[in-house]
C-alpha cells in the first residue's frame, strides 16, 4: 500500500526545534521561519551539542557570527547617534572599523547581505529618529538639532528629512502634536 | 446760542419791570412825605397865629384889669373891680390854651411859666394896693411904692409877651424856610427819576423789540426746517413723534400717519390706535420694548411690522430717547421709519448670496470631483501601458513602441491638467485655516520639492531673509513652489538659471502698483529670473486660467500654474503682479498684507 | 527577512487596483501573505471577527462605497486589538490636507498610487521593508510616518 502525503515543512520544522530546545532544556522563542531567540546564553559546550544534535535532523545553525556582527553593527551606530559622549568627530566608517575591530569594507558589506540595506540607510534611519525623538520632547530649533546630530546645515537634515519620511520637519511636529492632543481630548472627556 | 440770548434778554427785562416798579413806589412815597409836610405847616402857621391872638387877649384883659383897677382906686366904688376880676379869669384860661398850643416846644413851655408868674405877682400887687385904697392910706409912701412896682410888673409881662411872641414867629419863619427849600428841590427830584425810568423803558422796548426780529427770523426758520423735515420724512420714508410722558399726550408727524397709509393727523394721535396698525405677531414684544422704554428713557432700535388697512404689510423700525424740555417736562422723542425695502433688499441679496455660495460649492465641488475621479482611469491607463512596455515589449514592432511612446506622453500631460486643475480647485474651497508661519520653511520646502530641476539645470537661487506671517500654510508653500517652477520651466536652454527672492516689508502708499490696497502695510516678495520672459502686453493675462504664451511642444506648461498663483495671493487679500521682457526674463510681484 | 511570511490586507473597490497590488507583491517574491477585500465593511467584518488573524500591514483606499478608508481608520485605531496594526493610506489623490488628516488620526504611511507599475512595486517594497525595520530595531512606532 501506499500513502501519499503531503508535508507543511514550516510545522515540521516548528515541531523539530521545539522538541529539541526542550530536550535540551533551553528557553526559547521561535520567531519564525529560520529564526530563534534564545533567552539566556549558551556556554560553548550547550552550543556545540545542540549545534551537533540539530544536524543530524539536517538542520544547520548558519550565519551566527554574521548576525551576532550585524546587531552589533547596529548597536554601534545606535550608541553613535543616541550616545552623545560617544567621540562624533571621527567618520563613522572609521568608528565602526576600529570599534569592531574589522575593515568598514566587510561590516559594510555583511550589513547588507545580511538585512538587505546598507549601513548608511541604517545610520539615517537612526539620525531621523533620533531628531523626531528631539522635535518631539524637546524645545530644540530644527537647527539646533541639526548641529547636535552633525548635520553640515539645518537645509541638510531637512532634506534628508523629508526624503527619507516624505514630510518636511515642521509637518512631522504639527502632526505628533495634533495626534497628542487629540489623544488627550479623548482622556479628558473618558474622565 | 440764540435761546440762550433770548434767556437772557428776558431776564433783563424781569429786571426792568422790578426797577420800574420800584421806582414808582419811590414816588409815591415821596409824594405822601410832601403832601404830609404840607399839612404840617398849616397846622404850624395856625397855631402859631392861634398863640398870637390869645397873647393879644392876654394883652388886652391885662389893659382891662389895669383900668377897672385905677377906676376901683380913684372911686373906690366896687363897681368897677368887675372887669378886674372878669380879666383875672380870662388871662387864665388864655394862658392854658397857649399851654396847650406850644406842648411840644420846652422854652416856649418855660416862657409861659415865667408870664404866668409875673401876671400872678401883679394881681398880688393889686390886692395889696386894693388893701392900702380901702385904707384910705392913698398918697402914702407905700401906695407910691406900690403902683411904682405894679408899672415894673407891667412891662415885665409887656416884654415877656412880646418874647413868646417873637419866638413864636421865629420858629413860623424857620418852618417856612425848610418847607420852601423841600418845595424847591422836589420837582427836580422828580424830573430826575422820570428822566431814569424813561431811559429805561426805551432800553427795554428796544430789547423787545430786537428779540422780536430775532424770534421772526427764528419762526421763519423753523417753519423752513419744519418743511424740510416734512419733506425728508416723506423721501426718507419716516416719521417722528413725541411722547409727552407726564400728560400722556402723543403728538405724530404728518408723514407718521401716512406711514401707516392714513391720512396726517386723521385720527387721535395715542398708543392704543397706533397698536391697532401693529401686526397680531408683533403687538406682544413692541408693547413690552415700550414698557421697558419708560425705565431705561430709551428705546433701543426695534423693527416690527405694521398691517394697513388695505391689507399692505410694512416693515418699520423704530428709535427713541427721552429728552426734558427746558420746563423740566419728560418727553421722548421717537423716529420711525420705513424699512420695508431695505428688508426685501437684504431678504433678496441674502437669497442670492446663498445662490451663489451655493454654485460656488457646486463648482468647487464638481471641479474636485472631475479632476479627482478623472485621475483613476488615467492612472490605469498609465500603469497598463507600463505593464505592455515591460513584460510585452519584445513584441511590438517599431511602430507599436511609437504608439505606446504617444500614449505615454499623452497620458502624462493630462494627468499635468488634471494635477493643475485639482490644485486649482482646492485653492477655491473656503475655510482655509490661517495660522502663523515662517516663510522661508515654506519656500525651503518649495525648493525640495523642485530639488531635482534645481540639480539638472544647475540652477542658482538666491533668496532674503523672510519673515513669519500669518498664511494658509499649504498655499503659500505651493504659491512659492508653482513661481519657482515657473521660472525653472521657462529658462533659457543657453544659461543656467538664475532666480533671485527679494523681500521687503513696504508701506502701501509707496508702491504705485498698489491702488486697491486695503492695509497700510505689505510684505512684498518679488521673484526675479534671467529666463525667457514674455511680452509686457500679456503680463496680465497670463494669471488667466488656461492662459499660454508658448505651445506646448516648446514648453510643457498646463496653463493654470500662475493662476493658482492668483487666487492664492487673492486668498490672502494680496496682490500679484508680473513685470516681462523678452529673452531678459519676468518679474514676478507679490504683495501680502501685513498683520 | 527570515520571518515566516509578512501578513499584508488591502482594502480597495477597484478591482483593477487590486489585480496591480497583487501581481507587485507575487512578482517582488518577497514573504508576504496578501488578502484583499472589496470595500470597507468587508474590511471591518474580517478585522472583526474572535480569530482573525491580524495584518502586519493594512492598505486603506481613501473612497471606497459603504465604509470609507477614513471612516475603517478611526474604528481601527479606537480598537485596542488593532491598533498595532501599521496602516498604509492607498490613495489616488494626494492632497495635503487629506494627507495630514489622515496622519493625525493615526495612519503611519501615505502612498499616492503610481501611474507607472515599476514604482508601484518600488513604494511597495519600500513599505514593507520600512515597516521591517520598525519592526525589528525597535524604533518608536509612534513616530512612524512616511509619505510615499
Redesign the interface.
Known sequence: MKLFLKFDF?TVSKKVLEFKFNEFNIKHKI?????VELLKKLTSDEYETLEASLNDYGIEIVENEKSILVQKI?DAIVDMVFNEDTNVNVKSSVYLSERLGHSYGYLSNLFSEVT??SVEN?MI??KI?YS??LL?NTDLTLTEIAFKLNYSSVAHLSTQFKNT???TPS??Q???F??RD?AQQKNNSLH | MRTKNLFKSVLFLRIVLLFGLFIILLIGGFTYQHISNLTDSTKIVISTYDVNVELEHINSYLSDAESGHRKYTLTKDALYLVPYIDARENINNSILKLKKLTIENAIQQKNLAVLNNLIDKLFTNFSKTDVLVKNDEINTESFKSRLFEEKIILDSIRRQVKEITDLENKLLDDRQKDYQSDLRFTPLFFYLILLVTLVIIIIAFSKINTNLIKIKAQNDQLLIFKESTNQSEIIGKHGNWVWHIDSNIFTYSDNLYRLLGEEPQSFEANFDNFLKFVHPEDVDRLSKELDNMIEVEELPFVSYRIVQKDGTIKHLKAYAKAFYSTDGQKRLLGITSNITDEIENFLELEERNLELERNNKELSAFNYAAS?DL??P???I??FV??LE?KEADKFSDSGHQYLERIKSA?ARM?ALIDDL?QFS?TNKPDKEFVIADLNELFENAKQDVAITILEKKAQIKSDNLPKAKVIA?QMQQLFLNLLSNSLKYSKKETYPVINMNYSKVKATDEPHLLKATKDQYHKITFTDNGIGFDQKYAEKIFDLFNRLHNKQEYSGTGIGLSICKKIIENHKGFIFAKGEINAGSVFTIYLPFS | ????YIHLILADD?E??RL?FTDAFSELKMNTRVNTFNDGVELMNYLNKEDALMPNVLFLDL?MPKKTGIECLIEIKANTKMSGIAIVIYS??A???D??KT??L?ANI?IK????????KKVLSEVV?INW?YHT?S??K??F????
Do not use: C
Open positions: 514550516n520567531l519564525g521561519f529560520g529564526e547596529k538587505f540595506s541604517f534611519i537612526q529618529e523626531k525623538q518631539l519620511t516624505g514630510i509637518a512631522f504639527r502632526i505628533i495634533k495626534r487629540i | 479627482h485621475q483613476e488615467l492612472r490605469k498609465q500603469t507600463s505593464r515591460e497620458s494627468r485639482l482646492r499649504f | 527577512m527570515q520571518n515566516d477597484d483593477d487596483d496591480f473612497n489616488t489623490s492632497s495635503e490636507e494627507i495630514e496622519f493625525v493615526g501615505y498610487k503610481p501611474g507607472d507599475f515599476k514604482k508601484l521593508s525595520q530595531n524604533l518608536n509612534d513616530n510616518l512616511l509619505r510615499l
